[in-house]
Structure formats: structure tokens, C-alpha cells
């Protein structure tokens, strides 16, 4: 497990650097590209803790994290039905996205460089 979380870690860190750096050179496209990229790998990460039930405990913020995050996707896919509120949800999620990314990258780093070293303890 500590093993494929230092990867998971490691593997969003390397996307970051490396979509931000070629969306400075190349634009847009390359930020968007980007965002879904990184998105399904974030996403990928939460289903293999949610499946096994890895440091998804009530009280701690990954936990909080992930219903966030399936709110924000079951309000992407009914805003299908109402084009208005479609468009909404993009806007907000395109400022929250580089936010939310950010913060779950941090959730891991907290998890491999110090939930590992002190495992009785509980820190989140």
C-alpha cells in the first residue's frame, strides 16, 4: 500500500509539473487537456482508496473530499437536463478544478510522508 500511495503521489506531481509547464508554452488546449488528464487520475486514485476502504474514515478529509467530489459530478451530469445550470457548474469547476487538484495532491503527500511514519497515530 505504501508502496502504490508514494506512486499515486508522485505520479499527480509529475502531471502537475508537467501540464503546467507545457500550458505556458503552448496554451489553452494543453491546460484543458490537462485538467481531464490529471482529473481521471485523481479520480482513478479516489476509487482505489474508496474500494479499499483506505484512509476513508468519517473524519478524515479524504473521506470529505471524495463526497465533494461525487456531488460535483452527479451536478455535471443532471446539468444535462438544464443547460443553464450546465454552464454554471462549469464555470465554478473550472476555477475549482486547479484548487480541488492541488488539494487532493496535498491529502497524499500528508498520507505518504507523514501517516506512514507515525501509523499509530491519527493526524487528519
Known sequence: MKRLKQADFYGQLLLL?????TSCVNGFMTLM?????LGAWQLTSMAVHFYNDWHMHRHRKRYQYFYFSIIAILLLCGGFLFPTV????FVVMFFAAP??????AFLCYKEVF???KRPSEIIF
Open 17 to 21: 509539473l508537467v501540464f503546467f509547464i
Open 33 to 37: 487537456i490537462g485538467y481531464f488528464v
Open 86 to 89: 450546465l454552464l454554471l457548474v
Open 99 to 104: 484548487v480541488m487538484a492541488l488539494y487532493y
Open 114 to 116: 507523514h501517516a506512514y
